[in-house]
């Protein structure tokens, strides 16, 4: 089945500065990949979503950028705030019997944004 | 409010014994999925019921079983728990048949066994 691996575990910066999350998976038949940010105590809320047949997606200060042949995607914060605070998960679609299931998440980046 | 229920919001309860959680999905979604949430670790995925149906199955524990009914809301049912079964349980609620469009999660059951 799909396997996700999600780096860094942790990540710092100050407020203002770019962060970069990564992950890598190993399903090549996967074609949906979800980011995720989780606020302490809270459900796990959609932030961006990419799918194979494209290359890059923005919102405001949030892009994803997928590379099929490697197979990674990242997110990567742009002017980062204290509110984006929190863990993100990335994830990926994995197929069974020759149709898309369920989602296979990463381990999650705690993301902290110093003022 | 995203739309999935879940309940109860909080549960304590001694090894040894059974719960059951309970999920209801988005209106109009037809796919439930189950997942575990640790402290500190990922969320796991448990399983998956499609319009009353199993479609697929992750790190489910034997002592785990759940089910959709025809309303299509869904239980969790945790039985002989263990000190390590204390956990969040999500479920999450998708609309494509497929599950290839994101999911929307509930606010969880979180579990403590004593």
């Known amino acids: 089945g799909e396997n996700v691996e999600q780096h860094p575990s942790t990540l710092s910066v100050q407020e203002g500065d770019s962060a970069v999350i990564k992950c890598t998976y190993s399903?090549?038949?996967?074609?949906?990949f979800p980011w995720y940010k989780q606020e302490l105590g809270k459900r796990p809320q959609l932030i961006i979503d990419i799918r194979s047949n494209v290359g890059e997606k923005k919102d405001q200060r949030i892009a994803v950028t997928l590379n099929k042949t490697a197979k990674h995607f990242s997110l990567h914060i742009t002017e980062t705030q204290p509110e984006d605070s929190a863990v993100y998960f990335c994830?990926?679609?994995?197929?069974?019997?020759?149709?898309?299931?369920?989602?296979?998440f990463g381990k999650g980046t705690k993301l902290s944004v110093k003022p | 409010d995203s739309g999935v229920t879940q309940t109860p919001k909080h549960l304590i309860t001694a090894t040894g014994q059974r719960v059951t959680l309970r999920c209801s999905p988005r209106s109009g979604d037809l796919s439930v999925y189950w997942y575990q949430q640790s402290l500190d670790q990922g969320l796991q995925f448990l399983i998956q019921?499609?319009?009353?149906?199993?479609?697929a199955k992750g790190n489910i524990l034997e002592r785990f079983s759940a089910q959709q009914f025809p309303d299509l809301h869904s239980e969790l049912n945790l039985s002989s728990l263990e000190l390590g079964d204390s956990a969040l349980y999500f479920c999450?609620?998708?609309?494509?048949?497929?599950?290839?469009?994101?999911?929307?999660f509930g606010s969880g059951t979180r579990l403590t066994v004593v």
């Open positions: 019921y499609y319009n009353g149906e199993e479609r």
């Open positions: 994830a990926a679609s994995e197929r069974y019997g020759g149709s898309q299931g369920n989602l296979i």
């Open positions: 399903d090549s038949a996967s074609n949906y």
């Open positions: 999450a609620s998708s609309g494509d048949t497929l599950g290839t469009y994101g999911y929307t």
